[in-house]
Nanobody
Framework: QVQLVESGGGLVQAGGSLRLSCAAS????????MGWFRQAPGKEREFVAA????????SHADSVKGRFTISRDNAKSTVYLQMNSLKPEDTAVYYC????????????WGQGTQVVVSS
């Protein structure tokens, strides 16, 4: 199983930026898809973005397209989520997750990092 540790959350004003990091260990990531999810208070967890590690192909939720960008650093086994033009509705706990390409479910999860966007 992949171990994941997120960092980079915090408090930011609306319109500001944050970059989240997720350091992965325990597995070679070449056959993995890495994802970011978020869960706001009282709401279900939702998909934010994903990246296919080897191919570099990305996918972003419509709610964050044009504002958030997922990327990865092979040498550091780290995936990033650059968040620009933040809105109060982006306030949530952000989770990093990993799934093997052969599986549909994300089986490894980080502990989460809190992002609060003030208006």
């Amino acid at each position: 199983q992949v171990q994941l540790v997120e960092s980079g959350g915090g408090l930011v004003q609306a319109g500001g930026s944050l970059r989240l990091s997720c350091a992965a260990s325990g597995r070679t990531l070449s056959n993995y898809v890495m994802g970011w999810f978020r869960q706001a208070p009282g709401k279900e967890r939702e998909f934010v973005a994903a990246i296919w590690w080897t191919a570099g192909r990305t996918s972003h939720a419509d709610s964050v397209k044009g504002r958030f960008t997922i990327s990865r650093d092979n040498a550091k086994s780290t995936v990033y989520l650059q968040m620009n033009s933040l809105k109060p509705e982006d306030t949530a706990v952000y989770y990093c997750a990993a799934r093997s390409i052969g599986y549909s479910e994300f089986g490894s999860w980080g502990q989460g990092t809190q992002v609060v966007v003030s208006s």
